[in-house]
């Protein structure tokens, strides 16, 4: 099973937007996807997730408000919208699915840059 990104940026504007994409084929086998940030000689920290049967999005408190995680239409996708950007938003993100079953996200996907200019 495999998790792709897209979207990320370098030289992203300060109080500007960006939009990452996480597609999987058999997100039919997941309970959960989410995004986790990866800062420069820092712990991957969680960002948000959202249930794959529906509902609203989990959040880290720095971003909330910000950002907004859903699923595509076509249900084989999820996606951050990172609005209102800030300097300290600029990290590596990663997409992580949760199987069924499984207690932690233990899938993940290539990571892709953000980086938010002053």
């Known amino acids: 099973v495999q998790l792709q990104a897209s979207g990320g940026r370098i030289g992203a504007g300060w109080g500007l937007s960006e939009t990452l994409l996480c597609t999987s084929r058999?997100?039919?086998?997941?309970?959960?996807m989410g995004w986790f940030q990866q800062a420069p000689g820092k712990e991957r920290e969680f960002v948000a997730s959202?249930?794959?049967?529906?509902?609203?999005?989990e959040y880290v408190d720095s971003v909330k408000g910000r950002f907004t995680i859903s699923r595509g239409n076509d249900q084989n996708t999820v996606i951050l919208q990172m609005d209102k950007l800030r300097v300290e938003d600029t990290a590596a993100y990663f997409c992580?699915?949760?199987?069924?079953?499984?207690?932690?996200?233990?899938?993940w996907g290539q990571g892709t840059q953000v980086t938010v200019s002053s």
């Open positions: 058999r997100t039919d086998r997941f309970l959960r």
């Open positions: 992580a699915a949760r199987r069924f079953g499984r207690s932690k996200f233990e899938l």
């Open positions: 959202i249930s794959m049967s529906g509902g609203s999005g």
